[in-house]
């Protein structure tokens, strides 16, 4: 069974950084795509930064700030956020995807929570 695990989040001040890591266990097989999304109180999950093989995508809010990139022999993506801001407060989570069959199949973690307080 996939399982995916985030660390990293905690509380930081603002202009602060924080680095997030999302480990992959349980496949026998290697991801596509790895990426980041975040829900804060009240809104719809987001989508943060996405990387593939062929392109890194960021969010507008972020570009400039946060760096995703992963080590695909540990299996880990990473999400390195810097200049935090306090609207950046929100469950952090971690999706793997991986195309077979004629379709798309996301993997996503339980969510890590990081706060920025001003």
């Known amino acids: 069974q996939v399982q995916l695990v985030e660390s990293g989040g905690g509380l930081v001040q603002a202009g602060g950084s924080l680095r997030l890591s999302c480990v992959a266990s349980g496949n026998n097989f290697n991801f596509d795509k790895f990426g980041w999304y975040r829900q804060a109180p009240g809104n719809e999950r987001e989508m943060v930064a996405i990387?593939?093989?062929?392109?890194?995508i960021y969010a507008d809010t972020v570009k400039g700030r946060f760096t995703i990139s992963r080590d695909s022999a540990k299996n880990t993506v990473y999400l390195q956020m810097n200049s935090l801001k306090t609207e950046d407060t929100a469950v952090y989570y971690c999706?793997?995807?991986?195309?077979?069959?004629?379709?798309?199949?996301?993997?996503w973690g339980q969510g890590t929570q990081v706060t920025v307080s001003s």
């Open positions: 990387i593939s093989s062929i392109e890194t």
């Open positions: 999706i793997a995807g991986r195309f077979f069959d004629g379709r798309y199949h996301p993997y």
